[in-house]
């Protein structure tokens, strides 16, 4: 019998020993989170921010789980960066069933991977009768201001151009220290405009989403890039310059190749870090 035991404990730590998890949710702080509690802790978020890599199926399966559940709960909006503020009237139709997928298809620039990534979050606010507002600024004018820099909006945009934008001037930290590192990614190309490009997304999402949130008070989920909201700047800052009160949850996505401890460089960035294994296939 003793050692039938001995035999037991060690097949337990064998079987215990290959387990493979290909994500894990922690804290701000570095300490682990099982996804109920993480699902009980955001339902008092009035915005969500869940930053993600756009490739990455972990992040796309946790931001619908995310979305139900909170749907659950009480009232939601959603939004996204990955549809443009000058499509809104097309996805308005296709929420409302008026055009058919084929149609937006056609007229709304889709990503490259929306028909897997993003689709069954719009079809879930379709079937539900949520609202979702396309944040993001249209490409055209984020291209203008790399090219020319914030400052030239004013003076060349039409009053129909600028309802797609956050309201002119726009503000704009150089010092913010994710702005300050895409120059130095740039090397020998910098262009000063490069970071303001970024600037102009961060708060035509911001601006969008508030006006959305001051309209019906419904919690509202935001599906970004992680660099729009990482580190408590890019959507995170233009929000509190709006109100300083705002109740925001932010979440980063991050890839290691253990996710059984957070790395100390991903430690604070977010209210919540989704860590999933970098060997996770892409969506594309």
């Known amino acids: 019998m003793k050692h039938l035991l001995v035999l037991f404990i060690l097949i337990g730590h064998f079987?215990?020993?290959?387990?493979?998890?290909?994500?894990?949710l922690y804290t701000k702080n570095g300490k682990k989170i099982s996804t109920k509690k993480f699902f009980k802790q955001i339902e008092s978020g009035?915005?969500?921010?869940?930053?993600?890599?756009?490739?990455?199926?972990?992040?796309?399966?946790?931001?619908?789980?995310?979305?139900?559940?909170?749907?659950e709960k009480h009232l939601i909006s959603l939004g996204a960066e990955m549809l443009e503020a000058d499509v809104q009237k097309q996805l308005n139709n296709y929420l409302s069933g008026e055009i058919s997928q084929q149609e937006l298809d056609s007229t709304a620039s889709l990503w490259m991977n929306y028909k897997t990534d993003y689709k069954p979050l719009v079809d879930f606010a379709k079937e539900n009768k949520l609202s979702f507002i396309a944040t993001n600024v249209p490409r055209?004018?984020?291209?203008?201001?790399y090219r020319l820099g914030l400052e030239s909006l004013a003076l060349e945009l039409t009053d129909e151009e600028k309802a797609c934008i956050a309201p002119l001037p726009i503000a704009y930290d150089?010092?913010?220290?994710?702005?300050?590192?895409?120059?130095?990614m740039m090397s020998d190309h910098e262009n000063p405009n490069f970071p303001k490009a970024q600037a102009i997304k961060d708060a035509t999402m911001a601006h969008f989403i508030y006006e959305h949130f001051q309209s019906n008070k419904n919690q509202f989920i935001h599906f970004n890039g992680d660099y729009h909201s990482k580190d408590y700047e890019g959507i995170y800052w233009y929000l509190k310059h709006k109100n300083k009160d705002l109740n925001i949850i932010t979440i980063s996505t991050v890839e290691q190749s253990d996710v059984n401890n957070l790395e100390e460089e991903f430690e604070g960035q977010a209210d919540y870090i989704l860590v999933v294994d970098k060997e996770m296939t892409k969506t594309y």
């Open 15 to 24: 079987v215990s020993a290959q387990n493979v998890e290909p994500f894990q």
């Open 140 to 145: 055209k004018y984020a291209s203008h201001v």
């Open 174 to 184: 150089p010092e913010l220290p994710n702005y300050k590192s895409m120059l130095t």
């Open 46 to 71: 009035e915005i969500i921010l869940f930053g993600e890599l756009h490739d990455n199926p972990i992040a796309h399966w946790l931001q619908l789980k995310t979305t139900q559940k909170m749907h």
